[in-house]
Nanobody, 125 residues
């Protein structure tokens, strides 16, 4: 069983930045694909970014996040980060960390095996 604990959410104004962190338990972290999803009030959960491991080692972003968000993975700390810059009110949501017990991860939330509780991000205009 893998536990994921997110932190770093909060309230910022338009144009501000936040860095989310997700610490994972377990010793297989380096071989997991790690992703971030978000869910805004009244909307479905949507894909934000994923970091695939091993030979896949690459980050993929949802189109609206490209150039503003950066996902990184620190295997030594069992932590995945999401640096969010130039935030807008449309980024207001609960942000969830997800882990897949495979090296490759995609944008389908159903493919992920473990989920954190989420961290709230509020962006005001």
């Amino acid at each position: 069983q893998v536990q994921l604990i997110e932190s770093g959410g909060g309230s910022v104004q338009t144009g501000g930045s936040l860095r989310l962190s997700c610490v994972a338990s377990g010793r297989a972290f380096s071989s997991y694909a790690m992703a971030w999803f978000r869910q805004a009030p009244g909307k479905e959960r949507e894909f934000v970014a994923v970091f695939s491991s091993g030979s896949f080692g690459a980050s993929v972003y949802a189109d609206s996040m490209k150039g503003r968000f950066t996902i990184t993975k620190d295997n030594a700390k069992n932590t995945v980060y999401l640096q969010m810059n130039n935030l807008t009110p449309e980024d207001t949501a609960i942000y969830y960390c997800a882990a897949r017990a495979r090296m490759f991860g995609g944008s389908d939330s159903a493919a992920y095996d473990y989920w954190g509780q989420g961290t709230q991000v509020n962006v005001s205009s």
